[in-house]
Nanobody, 115 residues
Framework: QVQLVESGGGLVQPGGSLRLSCVAS????????MGWYRQAPGKQRELVAT???????NYGDSVKGRFTISRDNAKNTVYLQMNSLKFEDTAVYYC?????????WGQGTQVTVSS
């Protein structure tokens, strides 16, 4: 059974930082591209960042220069370091794993940026 379990969300003030983690089980992690997506109330789910099995990264325009995605294959974990957080970063953040035709999602973790 495949599981992606996110953690690290919470309430943070504007300008603050959070680090999200996603631990994967039930997949051969090192072969999967991993990603973070987010969905704010009333909006569509959008790309935050992805990282391929080889470590190449891609970011959504709204987070470039502020967020960093990384992975630790030994721990089956993908991270999202979020700095300089803004009100508009408030959303549920989802972890995604893609390997060939297989596509898995976590349950999400809430990030709220508020003063």
């Amino acid at each position: 059974q495949v599981q992606l379990v996110e953690s690290g969300g919470g309430l943070v003030q504007p300008g603050g930082s959070l680090r999200l983690s996603c631990v994967a089980s039930g997949i051969i992690f090192r072969f999967y591209a991993m990603g973070w997506y987010r969905q704010a109330p009333g909006k569509q789910r959008e790309l935050v960042a992805t990282i391929t099995s080889r470590g190449s990264t891609n970011y959504g325009d709204s987070v470039k220069g502020r967020f960093t995605i990384s992975r630790d294959n030994a721990k089956n974990t993908v991270y999202l370091q979020m700095n300089s957080l803004k009100f508009e970063d408030t959303a549920v953040y989802y972890c995604n794993a893609v390997g060939g035709p297989r596509d898995y999602w976590g349950q999400g973790t809430q990030v709220t940026v508020s003063s």
